[in-house]
T-cell receptor
């Protein structure tokens, strides 16, 4: 049963702490993505990766970091430098040649107080 | 500055009738357009796409229309079914991998 898993569903952190959001896929997709969704706004691209050990900044990469050491995994770290980290985070993956057809995980809601 | 806008946050339609969801964009360089559907507590799922060289693409009950001169995209669902009740996002691409999403329209199909 292929898909994308994100854990945990809800995450709470204190301000000033780094936090890492997990994203795993077993769809054998080369491309993976991280998006952020805020109330009243569309999904905004944070980072994307086309292949293992390579990733590119999206539109709002400041305050975030990623790694892509394995094809299946694309963890996102929200650092203390991110000014407004409270948001809903979505991870996705796709076949490289069909990047428009992205498969999304259920998301992680991060609350930083 | 929202380059992709969905001006209707919600829409209610009777079962069996047509649902029309609209999307406007500002960047004439967009070359690919998508619609995604999202149910509560799930991630968005891809629905249908259209290239900027076409003006219509059909897939079963779903048809996407592109009017480049008006910079307008629409999704028609005929006939609408209760299971179509979800949030619909349009998105546009300026290049590979980078898509700009609208804010979504919540569709409610009334039985």
């Amino acid at each position: 049963d292929g898909g994308i898993t994100q854990s945990p569903k809800y995450l709470f952190r204190k301000e000033g702490q780094n936090v890492t959001l997990s994203c795993e896929q077993n769809l054998n997709h080369d491309a993976m993505y991280w998006y952020r969704q805020d109330p009243g706004q569309g999904l905004r691209l944070i980072y994307y990766s086309q292949i293992v050990n390579d990733f590119q900044k999206g539109d709002i990469a400041e305050g975030y970091s990623v790694s892509r050491e394995k094809k299946e995994s694309f963890p996102l770290t929200v650092t203390s430098a991110q000014k407004n980290p409270t948001a809903f985070y979505l991870c996705a993956s796709s076949i490289v040649s069909r990047d428009y057809e992205q498969y999304f995980g259920p998301g992680t809601r991060l609350t930083v107080t | 500055d929202q380059q992709v806008k969905q001006n209707s946050p919600s829409l209610s339609v009777q079962e069996g009738r047509i649902s029309i969801l609209n999307c406007d964009y500002t960047n004439s360089m967009f070359d690919y357009f998508l619609w995604y559907k999202k149910y509560p507590a799930e991630g968005p799922t891809f629905l249908i796409s259209i290239s900027s060289i076409k003006d219509k693409n059909e897939d079963g009950r779903f048809t996407v229309f592109l009017n480049k001169s008006a910079k307008h995209l629409s999704l028609h669902i005929v006939p609408s079914q209760p299971g179509d009740s979800a949030v619909y996002f349009c998105a546009a691409s300026v290049g590979t991998y980078k898509y700009i999403f609208g804010t979504g329209t919540r569709l409610k199909v009334l039985a």
